[in-house]
């Protein structure tokens, strides 16, 4: 099973603030990651495919880079509606995993 | 618009078992993939089974294999997941995707879950 890392654990940045979010893969996932955002209550939501690619409807404050092992999500001016928490996700290989998630606060 | 809708959860003693189900509409339920993902009390997402768009192939997570079972209606646009041996470990919020048809392995559209809790 390929273990995903993420971190920081949790992120506190004011709006208008960039944030860098890292995943990291156990071996390699060449760029098969996704990212999904998951507010309280509420399902995830696609965010970012095939390491790079935004979903539909997602602003183009949220981009994606990486592949391989090692992989980051920038946004790049938070909004207050971006609190949430951050996941990436591999579909390499099954079973599916995803990193434990990233915290976003903000100030 | 695309909706999945998560059903049947509740509270259920371990040994039991519990049938959930996920009534889909707005898409072609019938050429696309199917999960479900799970997620324990304040913790991560856990990706549990997957069946193919004709339901020919079924794949599932080592800590629910030869216990959970995935299946498909395709004439009801119906997705379930029959969980037997229940675990308290089984315990989370269970949620059905549908797997996007363009970017096989991501989910594009999620229910909104339905809570399992095994406990006696």
């Known amino acids: 099973e390929i273990v995903l890392t993420q971190s920081p654990a949790t992120l506190s940045l004011s709006p208008g603030e960039r944030a860098t979010l890292s995943c990291r893969a156990s071996?390699?996932?060449?760029?098969?990651l996704a990212w999904y955002q998951q507010k309280a209550g509420q399902a995830p939501r696609l965010l970012i495919y095939d390491a790079s690619n935004r979903a539909t409807g997602i602003p183009a404050r949220f981009s994606g880079s990486g592949s391989g092992t090692d992989f980051t999500l920038t946004i790049s001016s938070l909004e207050p509606e971006d609190s949430a928490v951050y996941y990436c996700q591999q579909r390499s290989n099954w079973p599916f995993t995803f990193g434990p998630g990233t915290k976003v606060d903000i100030k | 618009q695309v909706q999945l809708v998560a059903s049947g959860g509740g509270v259920v003693q371990p040994g039991r078992s519990l049938r959930l189900s996920c009534a889909t509409s707005?898409?072609?339920?019938?050429?696309?993939?199917m999960h479900w993902v799970r997620q324990a009390p304040g913790k991560g997402l856990e990706c549990v089974s997957l069946?193919?768009?004709?339901?020919?192939?079924?794949l599932y997570a080592d800590s629910v294999k030869g216990r959970f079972t995935i299946s498909r209606d395709i004439s009801k646009n119906m997705l379930y997941l029959d969980m037997s041996g229940l675990r308290p470990e089984d315990t989370a919020v269970y949620y059905c995707?549908?797997?996007?048809?363009?970017?096989?392995?991501?989910?594009?559209?999620w229910g909104q879950g339905t809570l399992v809790t095994v406990s006696s």
């Open positions: 071996q390699s996932v060449s760029s098969y």
């Open positions: 707005g898409f072609t339920f019938s050429n696309t993939a």
């Open positions: 995707a549908r797997e996007n048809r363009l970017h096989y392995g991501y989910y594009d559209y």
């Open positions: 069946i193919t768009y004709d339901g020919t192939n079924t």
